[in-house]
């Protein structure tokens, strides 16, 4: 660089060009407003639902104490410890077989083994029960076997939490690995170097270093059960939030619905108060890859086929039969064969889906994008306070969504009685509202993860940069932060609307009469059993929801190729 | 050195900044005039990043108060937001924007205007890197990077621009060479400046005057050359260049030492006293009947750097240049150079000194 032209400009005039001191305020506080009304409407129907509970209604509680809620209360308990147990056995016991030992297949089954998140948990339900019913495959080829007359009906508990533990595992799976993939490799590598033995090692060391990402895990998936009402009612299993169900759908008595629902509210600030405990003062995070990763042990004679065994087992029980037997009836009905053929409705409620799916995920991301970009530019206490608030939503049962909006739409409906308008009841069940409203609740979350996984790397002195050359806030959002996040901007797209594809009890709950979904149709097909037509509307479920897990899963969860190992 | 008037571009007055219970800064006051560059060193979290953060509006003041240009933008209920300071600022990892072209980045801060391609040009010109203008950042080296980052910080003609260690990401050779060519285009464009670095050899070696920040307060603001010889605290003696100090009582304007009698400045009336000697100016010769063994040495290049016991049971440090050799434990006389008057901390103050053996390392 030689000397440079000599240019000799002088300070702009500073005071001229400001603009009015509101104005300059201004440009921040939208932004904070804007994260406080997100932050509102997450909150105000949980909050509305936890009231109920202030306000018990002794006429309801006489009449839910006559129906059984005793009985729903241990039935909850039981399963969503039994689920529990059975995602923390299959998927921790799973994410250290693939992390630490090397087998045939192994690298294949390290990213195949997330591949039952594809299946949501009704249809591996239905897909079980028709397997394993009287007149299913199952007894009929233990009949003609051993001769005998077996003629046993697939319901109660047991098989419900099998079922569940199957459909669900992989979020403990997930967590898991991430955990084994962080810091255990150097802990564990003193460890054996101190003397201890594999099995020894990973008790003592690496068990206490993912529990809390098995506490997280574990929380997750009783989220998850705790959601769940449809499932289970092909076992006969009636818990809490079946009875939320009932109560709404056969009887719409909202008093009684919003006092089970408070009871199911219980249940979820329960477990997230045993995971708070469980986890410690740990964190856990979910990122995959850094790090160096354990040294697998090889496996040699029968216990090398035994791991690929119980592997191939899993990933077949979790998704290869339920899919093969889902494309076996939709190929019934699309070719026209044997029973009802191509049913035209099909069409009409892929449509509802993909709209309901398409407009949680814009607003999702939309509002995700405003919290993020709030904390970003307005880096106080109180925003940062508002924006984690706006995610609570994914840790607040489906149920407790559905009644909370409910409430608020009843709200909604009164107060504009009050000021002459009437609407009548379509506000309440007659339209889109309060679903998508629900939807964005119980989705901001991971819409709010994948932008700000991808606003890291956009780094804070970028912003700052772009702040002090004069760029107003919004200037910054279109210019930097939006451009740098648009693959952000893609994944939470695509995980919200394959979230809200299958999604079944808010759906089930607050959708407008006469409306319905695929997850709705394939739900009430699954209760006739008519399984020809089920299969293609499942089929289409399944097929779109596996999408995210390949895309999202394959490359994170790679292990070490075959021998030796990095 | 250019000259600089005296009317303050950036004045701090008072300012305090906590995060929690730790102060980032202690009632600081600095203003930065017109056409200088302020250089303000100190040790990592010392509040040097927080003062920057606070001129450009990134961080908001808990007392004090804050102008740029004469107008309020911090402080006393005034609040002016980044975008409106007129405040260029140069990050260490140089924040440019990868989805733009170098061209597109100089001209972010530019307003749509006719003129915003000369200006960009011209910024760019300023930097000597016209022709890289359709580049992105990934296609530059680090010092083409930091450059580019200058020119975008200029190009809206900031009223001042902040410089938070710019050169600390890059390599060592390439650092000095570019820190004069900074110097040239800050020079050039007539900007004032505030250089923010943990280098004291940085510090001195480019600001016009040298702020030295401790814990979050400053000790001492005035010309490098003041700051070297005549520091006001220990913590800057010994922070600033490598330093000794020698016990000794005052008396008449002399301080009595091992080693003599020192004129010294920076003490009033008489007393015992620290005197600071540092290495250049410890004068050494072998002799049998000296007053000190020759310990340790350090090579370092030009010169060795010897560690002399005195017979008091005090080190001193010593440059030698590396023509001559002193062995280890051969006994010498050690003298120090009076031509100047050497500066001097009342002794109440001593157990405040935490003088490393080596002071703090300078990483050129």
Not at chain 2, 39 to 46: D, E, I, L, N, R
Request: proline letters at 6%; aromatic letters at 6%.
């Amino acid at each position: 660089m030689s000397a440079p032209p000599v240019t000799t400009p002088t300070s702009r005039p500073v005071g001229a060009a400001a603009p009015a001191r509101e104005a300059r305020r201004g440009g921040r506080r939208s932004w904070r407003v804007a994260t406080a009304v997100i932050a509102a409407l997450v909150v105000i129907p949980v909050a509305l639902v936890a009231s109920s509970v202030l306000a018990p209604d002794r006429e309801v509680w006489r009449f839910l104490w006559q129906t059984g809620l005793a009985r729903m209360v241990g039935a909850t308990v039981v399963l969503m410890v039994g689920v529990v147990v059975g995602t923390l056995v299959l998927g921790g016991g799973l994410a250290w077989l693939v992390a630490a030992h090397r087998f045939p297949g192994r690298r294949a089954f390290s990213w195949l083994l997330v591949l039952p998140m594809a299946v949501p948990s009704y249809v591996l339900a239905f897909v079980a029960v028709y397997l394993l019913d009287a007149p299913g495959p199952v007894q009929a080829a233990a009949r003609s076997l051993l001769g005998l007359d077996i003629r046993i009906a697939p319901r109660g508990m047991v098989l419900a939490v099998l079922v569940m533990s199957v459909a669900l595992y992989p979020y403990v799976y997930l967590l898991a690995r991430a955990a084994l993939s962080e810091h255990a490799a150097v802990t564990y590598g003193a460890a054996r170097t101190l003397g201890l033995g594999p099995a020894r090692a990973a008790w003592r060391v690496v068990l206490p270093l993912a529990r809390p990402s098995l506490a997280a895990g574990g929380a997750l998936v009783a989220m998850e059960t705790l959601t769940d009402f449809a499932t289970i009612q092909y076992f006969n299993v009636e818990t809490v939030s079946v009875a939320v169900y009932q109560v709404w759908n056969g009887m719409f008595d909202r008093a009684a619905a919003s006092q089970l629902a408070a009871v199911v509210l219980v249940f979820a600030v329960t477990v997230i108060a045993i995971e708070r405990t469980l986890r410690g003062r740990a964190r856990y995070d979910q990122r995959g890859g850094a790090g160096p990763r354990i040294e697998p042990v090889a496996l040699h004679g029968w216990s090398r086929w035994a791991a690929s065994g119980v592997c191939a087992l899993v990933v077949g029980v979790g998704f290869v039969v339920p899919a093969l037997r889902l494309l076996g009836w939709s190929s019934v009905s699309v070719l026209g064969g044997g029973g009802g053929g191509f049913d035209p409705r099909y069409i009409t409620y892929l449509g509802n889906s993909v709209l309901v799916a398409a407009v949680a995920a814009a607003l999702c991301v939309a509002a995700a994008a405003v919290v993020v970009n709030a904390v970003r530019l307005t880096p106080d206490r109180a925003t940062r306070g508002l924006a984690r608030l706006t995610t609570i939503g994914y840790a607040v049962p489906g149920p407790v969504v559905a009644i909370g909006m409910l409430l608020v739409l009843v709200g909604l409906d009164a107060a504009l009685d009050v000021v002459g308008i009437d609407v009548g009841a379509t506000l309440i069940t007659g339209s889109l509202l309060g679903l998508v409203a629900a939807y964005v609740i119980r989705f901001l979350a991971p819409a709010a993860n994948s932008l700000e996984a991808s606003l890291d790397k956009v780094t804070p002195a970028m912003t700052m940069s772009a702040l002090t050359l004069g760029a107003p806030p919004r200037r910054v959002v279109r210019r930097i932060h939006l451009p740098l996040i648009r693959s952000g901007v893609g994944v939470g797209l695509v995980l919200v609307a394959v979230d809200a594809l299958k999604e079944l009890p808010i759906m089930l709950l607050l959708r407008p009469f006469g409306f319905s979904t695929l997850a709705v149709w394939v739900y009430e097909l699954a209760s006739e059993s008519l399984w020809d037509i089920v299969g293609l509307p499942a089929l289409t479920i399944v097929a779109v929801a596996t999408v995210p897990v390949v895309v999202l899963f394959r490359s994170t969860l790679r292990v070490t190729a075959g021998r030796g190992g990095a | 050195m250019m000259p600089t008037t005296d009317a303050p571009v950036v004045e701090l007055d008072e300012v305090t900044k906590r995060y929690g219970v730790v102060s980032a800064l202690d009632r600081v006051s600095i203003a930065a005039r017109r056409g200088e560059l302020l250089a303000v060193v100190g040790p990592s979290g010392c509040g040097k990043t927080t003062l920057l953060q606070i001129i450009a509006g990134l961080t908001d003041v808990d007392a004090g108060r804050v102008t740029v240009s004469g107008r309020a933008v911090a402080g006393a209920g005034a609040w002016v937001p980044p975008e409106h300071r007129h405040v260029g600022i140069v990050f260490q990892e140089h924040a440019l924007f990868p989805h733009l072209t170098v061209a597109d980045n100089v001209g972010f801060g530019l307003p749509r205007a006719a003129d915003r391609r000369v200006r960009c040009a011209e910024a760019l010109g300023l930097v000597a890197l016209s022709h890289l203008a359709g580049r992105y950042p990934h296609e530059l080296s680090g010092g083409e990077q930091q450059r580019v980052a200058l020119a975008r910080a200029l190009a809206p003609r900031p009223a001042v621009v902040l410089l938070d260690e710019p050169f600390s990401s890059l390599d060592a050779n390439l650092r000095g060479r570019l820190r004069q060519q900074t110097v040239e285009v800050l020079r050039a464009s007539d900007a004032t400046a505030i250089f923010v670095t943990h280098d004291r050899q940085e510090a001195l070696s480019i600001g016009d005057r040298v702020a030295v920040l401790h814990d979050g307060a400053l000790e001492q603001i005035d010309r490098p050359q003041a700051v070297f010889h005549a520091p006001r605290t220990r913590f800057v003696a010994t922070f600033i260049g490598e330093a000794d100090l020698l016990a000794g009582q005052v008396r008449d304007g002399l301080a009595h030492t091992v080693v003599g009698a020192l004129p010294v400045t920076g003490v009033e009336g008489d007393g015992p006293v620290d005197v600071m000697v540092r290495p250049h100016e410890v004068v050494v010769e072998v002799a049998g009947d000296g007053n000190a063994t020759v310990g340790h040495h350090e090579f370092r290049g030009a010169y060795v750097l010897h560690t002399l016991v005195l017979d008091t049971g005090d080190e001193l440090r010593c440059d030698v240049p590396h023509t001559r050799t002193l062995d280890q434990g051969a006994r010498v006389r050690v003298r120090v150079d009076t031509s100047h008057r050497l500066a001097a901390f009342p002794a109440a103050g001593r157990r405040a000194v935490t003088a490393s053996p080596t002071g703090p390392a300078s990483r050129d």
